[in-house]
């Protein structure tokens, strides 16, 4: 029986080392939630004896949003650590300066935190796996939906400088087509080193924009409600994906703020009581109860780790005793149908050794009350 096993690096008949980067400090500290709630869930399966009989040992090192700091603990982690693959390391910069290092390594950079569309590119990355639809897909979204509810909407978009910002940029333009060059009339990009937004708030009001696409991280998207709060512009606020957490955003900004804003989704929202008599959510709720009963229940980012850990788990009891890098990438580029427990109705995860994104579909969400609303089903698809 020991000759049909295959281990790679990190792996033996007891454990498997996964390895992971997170900002645990800096500007998109936030996030660090995805991270807590994974070691959390492993901590959950780990005590229900583990993958096939192995514990999951989670090494997971603040990189504080910072490529230089992501190259520098992502080296630690394959050189020093022999980890057996990179799982949902947070952000696009930070996995854009590892890809090519992780893919001449071998190592597998399996469900990146990120929708950049370039994590689906099986022929140049074929060591990359995405995760969350992309940024792309989302703004098309955004884009029909203007097209169809605001057709002469005077669009402004403020965005991340980076590949973040700019997947959005694009996939508007992508979706509003013709119309593009008419209805977005100011393009405003900014650092993320920056103290305060303030100052391009200020400009994009001037230009007399009835919509805002807007594009940041929670720290700054908080910003962004507070601010125009206060300078008294109210826009239909198109809120992306990444910044739609009612606990790390929408709460600081004060839930006023964010009355009637537009944003997407593709798993549950555990603020909405809709779900409270789902199976998936009940598993989710007891899950927290018992692993993470200090956290902030309304802060989405547990859900997007949630869903990112029970889809390892799943590919690593798949891979049965054959935990080498090789088939640990097999397994994760051949999902087919597989359902999680906090992904929408309808929503599973399905790639092919060509098509390496798992999650292409969104619903369309506004922000009532104090939560979220999903917008009609025939919203959620572009194609």
Not at 37 to 63: C, H, M, P, Q, V
Not at 242 to 265: D, L, M, Y
Request: include cysteine; charge should be negative; charged fraction near 25%.
């Amino acid at each position: 029986m020991a000759a049909d096993k295959r281990y790679g690096p990190g792996v033996s008949d007891t454990e498997i080392k996964i390895g992971n980067t997170s900002p645990y400090s800096g500007p998109a500290s936030a996030f660090s939630m995805v991270a807590k709630t994974e070691a959390a869930y492993f901590r959950k399966i780990n005590e229900e004896g583990g993958i096939n009989g192995r514990k999951i040992t989670f090494l997971s090192y603040d990189d504080g949003y910072s490529p230089p700091k992501t190259v520098e603990q992502t080296r630690r982690l394959v050189e020093s650590d022999e980890v057996l693959l990179v799982f949902n390391a947070m952000g696009t910069a930070t996995n854009s300066a590892v890809q090519k290092y992780l893919n001449a390594k071998k190592v597998p950079q399996l469900f990146v935190s990120s929708g950049a569309a370039k994590w689906n590119d099986p022929r140049n990355f074929p060591w990359t796996i995405g995760f969350t639809p992309s940024y792309e897909t989302e703004a098309e979204f955004y884009a029909k939906y203007l097209l169809e509810h605001r057709p002469e909407a005077r669009i402004a978009i403020l965005f991340q400088n980076d590949d973040l910002g700019r997947d959005y940029v694009r996939g508007l333009k992508r979706g509003l087509g013709l119309k593009a060059q008419s209805m977005i009339v100011t393009e405003e990009p900014f650092d993320v080193s920056e103290p305060t937004i303030d100052s391009h708030l200020v400009k994009l009001k001037a230009t007399g924009a009835d919509v805002l696409l807007d594009v940041a991280t929670p720290k700054f998207a908080a910003q962004v409600l507070k601010r125009m709060a206060e300078i008294g512009w109210q826009p239909l606020h198109i809120l992306s994906y990444v910044s739609a957490s009612i606990g790390s955003v929408i709460k600081p900004a004060g839930i006023e703020t964010a009355q009637g804003a537009i944003s997407a989704a593709y798993f549950k929202d555990p603020n909405d009581p809709a779900w409270k008599a789902d199976a998936g959510f009940v598993a989710f709720s007891e899950f927290v109860d018992q692993y993470l009963p200090a956290a902030d229940r309304s802060d989405t980012l547990i859900v997007n780790g949630y869903n990112t850990a029970q889809a390892l788990v799943h590919v690593l009891k798949q891979c049965g005793d054959d935990l080498s890098r090789e088939n640990v990438m097999r397994v994760a580029a051949n999902l087919k149908d597989v359902e999680l427990g906090m992904l929408l109705p309808g929503i599973r995860l399905h790639t092919s050794p060509d098509d390496f994104a798992p999650i292409k579909d969104w619903r369309l969400m506004r922000f009532e009350g104090s939560t979220w609303h999903l917008l009609a089903a025939d919203s959620h698809k572009t194609r």
